[in-house]
Nanobody, 125 residues
Framework: QVQLVESGGGLVQAGGSLRLSCAAS????????MGWFRQAPGKEREFVAG????????YYTDSVKGRFTISRDNAKNTVYLQMNSLKLEDTAVYYC??????????????????WGQGTQVTVSS
C-alpha cells in the first residue's frame, strides 16, 4: 500500500501559478500511475490530470489543457502538478491518487485506489 501527502496549495490571484506536490511512501512509487483530482464546494470530485507509471503518457481534462502540467520524479517518489494561468473556477481541494492496476504506459481517469488528504487551492479575483 502507498501513502500520499499533498502540499503546495494556497491562495493565489487569478492568472497566477502554483505547483502542487504529492510525496509517496510505502510501496515502490514506480508501480503506480498517478493522478490529480479536485473537488469544489457543492460539486463532485473530478479528474484533472494523470501520468503513467513510466511518465511517458499524460492525460488532462479539457478545462486544464494548456495550463496545467503533470510530471513525476520516480527517484524522489513525487508527482507534481504545475498550474499556470489559474482561474477562479480552479478553486477546489486537490487530491493526489495512485493506481496500481494500469500497465506502465497507461493513464486513465478512473480506477484510483489510494488517495491523499487533499490540499486547498483558492484562486481570487
Amino acid at each position: 500500500q502507498v501513502q500520499l501527502v499533498e502540499s503546495g496549495g494556497g491562495l493565489v490571484q487569478a492568472g497566477g501559478s502554483l505547483r502542487l506536490s504529492c510525496a509517496a511512501s510505502g510501496r515502490t512509487f514506480s508501480r503506480y500511475a498517478m493522478g490529480w483530482f479536485r473537488q469544489a464546494p457543492g460539486k463532485e470530485r473530478e479528474f484533472v490530470a494523470g501520468i503513467s507509471r513510466n511518465g511517458v503518457s499524460t492525460y488532462y481534462t479539457d478545462s486544464v489543457k494548456g495550463r496545467f502540467t503533470i510530471s513525476r520524479d520516480n527517484a524522489k517518489n513525487t508527482v507534481y502538478l504545475q498550474m499556470n494561468s489559474l482561474k477562479l473556477e480552479d478553486t477546489a481541494v486537490y487530491y493526489c491518487a495512485a493506481d496500481d492496476r494500469s500497465s506502465s504506459t497507461v493513464v486513465r481517469s478512473w480506477g484510483y485506489d489510494y488517495w491523499g488528504q487533499g490540499t486547498q487551492v483558492t484562486v481570487s479575483s
